[in-house]
C-alpha cells in the first residue's frame, strides 16, 4: 500500500526503503518508521514523530518485545515467558517490577504489583472468569446464565451486593441493575456505539455520532446538547456547551495543541509543549 484515504479525506503516503517507512498525511505530518529483521520477524525498533520526538523498541530473536523507550529517555522492560511468549515480568524505569501468573489456558491467575500486593482470579470448566480478588482481599464474584454465556449476567461483590446485566447477541450491553434495584438500559446503532442511555424517572442522554465513528452531540431528556468539532485530523477542536460557550483546542501543523478558547469571550489561553508532546514543568 502507497497511499490510504480515510472517510473524512486526510489521506497518508506511504513510502517503502529497505530498513525504514515514511508516513506523510495531507497536513504534511511525517513519522519515519525505522525497522530491523526479515520477513515476519520485521519489527519497528525506532520511531521518529511528526513533533520530532524519538521513542525505541527491542526485540528478541523471536520477535518479542523485550523493552520500549519513550521519547524522554525512560526504558521499560518485558519479559516473555520462553515457551508462550506471554509477559510474566514487567520493569518500570524506576526499577520496579510487576509478576504476571497464567494458567495452562494462557489465562492470567494472579499478578503481584511494586508493592507486593496480588490480585488473583479464578476460571470455570468453560475458561469463563468466576472470581476476582483484589489486593485489598475483596472478591468479586461473576455468574452466568447458561453454559454457552462469554458475558456475566451477575457480579456479586465483597458486601454481598449483586449487580446484573443483559446482553444483545453481539455483545453488546442492553440493561444495567445495580444492587438498589435501579435499572440502566442501551440502545446502539448498527456500529454497536451507544445511542441512548435510560435511567430511572425517565431521565435519558441521547448520543450522536459522524460518519467516522466521532461522538458529535450529547443531548439530554429536557434537551440540552453539548456538541463536539473536530478537525480533518480527527482531532477534538470544539465543545460547545448548551448555553453556546465554545471551548476548542487548536493543533499546530504536528498535531500538538498550542491554543485553548474559554467561554464566549476572546481571551485565549497558550498551552506550551515540549518535543516529548506534554506542557513542559512550571
Do not use: F, K, V
Given at each position: 500500500m502507497t497511499e490510504?484515504?480515510?472517510p473524512a479525506g486526510l489521506s497518508y503516503t506511504y513510502q517503502y526503503e529497505k530498513d525504514r517507512?515514511?508516513?506523510?498525511?495531507s497536513l504534511d505530518r511525517r513519522e519515519v518508521l525505522h525497522t530491523q529483521g526479515e520477513a515476519g520477524l520485521k519489527r519497528v525498533v525506532k520511531k521518529e514523530h511528526a513533533d520530532g520526538s524519538v521513542t525505541q523498541s527491542q526485540f528478541d530473536a523471536v520477535g518479542r518485545?523485550?523493552?520500549?523507550?519513550?521519547a524522554a529517555g525512560r526504558t521499560t522492560e518485558y519479559s516473555p515467558d520462553v515457551v508462550t511468549g506471554l509477559i510474566t515480568r514487567i520493569t518500570t524505569p524506576d526499577g520496579r517490577a510487576s509478576a504476571f501468573y497464567y494458567n495452562h489456558h494462557s489465562q492470567l491467575t494472579s499478578a503481584t504489583g511494586p508493592?507486593?500486593?496480588?490480585?488473583r482470579r479464578k476460571y470455570d470448566e468453560y475458561g469463563r472468569l468466576i472470581q476476582e480478588t483484589a489486593p485489598d482481599g475483596d472478591i468479586t464474584r461473576y455468574r452466568y446464565d447458561n453454559p454457552h454465556s462469554d458475558l456475566p449476567c451477575a457480579t456479586d461483590d465483597a458486601t454481598g451486593s449483586r449487580k446484573t446485566m443483559t446482553w444483545s447477541r453481539y455483545g453488546q450491553l442492553l440493561t444495567f441493575t445495580d444492587c438498589s434495584g435501579y435499572v440502566t438500559r442501551y440502545d446502539h446503532d448498527r456500529f454497536g456505539q451507544v445511542t441512548a442511555v435510560h435511567?430511572?424517572?425517565g431521565l435519558s442522554q441521547y448520543h450522536a455520532y459522524d460518519s467516522r465513528g466521532q461522538l458529535t452531540a450529547v443531548k439530554d431528556t429536557q434537551?440540552?446538547?453539548?456538541r463536539y468539532e473536530y478537525n480533518a485530523a480527527g482531532d477534538l477542536t470544539t465543545v460547545i456547551a448548551p448555553d453556546g460557550s465554545r471551548n476548542g483546542t487548536q493543533y499546530d501543523a504536528v498535531g500538538k495543541s498550542h491554543l485553548y478558547h474559554a467561554g464566549r469571550s476572546d481571551a485565549q489561553y497558550g498551552i506550551r509543549c515540549c518535543r516529548t508532546?506534554?506542557?513542559?514543568d512550571q
Open positions: 490510504q484515504l480515510n517507512i515514511t508516513i506523510t498525511d518485545l523485550r523493552a520500549q523507550t519513550d508493592d507486593g500486593l496480588e490480585m435511567r430511572e424517572e434537551g440540552h446538547e453539548t508532546g506534554h506542557p513542559p
